[in-house]
């Protein structure tokens, strides 16, 4: 994974795509073995507390379950990632991070005192993305960023992962969807059966070619 790549992972069902993001973030801790090097350190992660500390974020499958708590609103969602133990953070700081991210991913909401809850898909999943965004990390994990929302939100999704990428941030997209895998990514890699079965350019990769390799 190159500085500022979009690396794309295709794969039908249960190929082993979300597995493999969940291992290389700590949490299949004592399951696997795996070597992973960061800006050319070898690094060791034994937990999701140790992969966010290593710069790695990580925007899972499932917002409503796992990105978001719903019933708290977006300050107290997006302070989530800057939390140690049942530390608090002050209400004021909270609140000028939400709206900086509000403002910057352009979340449509009356303010950043807003229930989760309420809000639409994409403007759910740019909280999740902000969420990650306030650690400053280095590497992106996405899976199935844009599953559930709505077509012109998915552009701005699509919009705000490609500036992402501009700025230098590393982007890991796992995606069922083909024509957002071509669409995003510089370098795709198809997974079978828990393996990586073919590598493609963003320039020779096609729907025919992807579909093959995950067969």
Known sequence: LRK??????FGLMGAGRTELLETI?????????YTLSVEGANTVVKSPKDAIAK?????????????LVLGMDISE??????LAGFDL??????SGIAKRFIKSLKI???????KCQNLSGG?????????????????????????????????????????MAKTGLSVVLVSSEIPEILTLSDRILV???????????AREATEDLLLKAAI
Do not use: C, H
């Open 123 to 163: 403007n759910q999943q740019k909280v999740v993305l902000a969420k990650w965004m306030v650690t400053n990390p280095k590497i992106l994990f996405l899976d199935e960023p844009t599953r559930g929302i709505d077509i012109n939100a998915k552009k701005e999704i699509y919009d705000l992962i490609k500036e």
């Open 89 to 94: 953070l002050n209400t004021v700081t909270e």
């Open 25 to 33: 973030f700590g949490l299949n801790a004592g399951k696997s073995t």
């Open 55 to 67: 710069g790695i974020a990580f925007v899972t499958e499932d917002r409503k379950k796992e990105g």
């Open 191 to 201: 997974m079978a059966d828990g393996k990586i079965n073919a590598a493609f350019s």
């Open 77 to 82: 969602n997006i302070s989530l990632t800057q």
């Open 108 to 114: 449509k909401t009356p303010s950043e005192k807003e």
């Open 4 to 9: 500022g790549e979009i690396l794309g992972f």
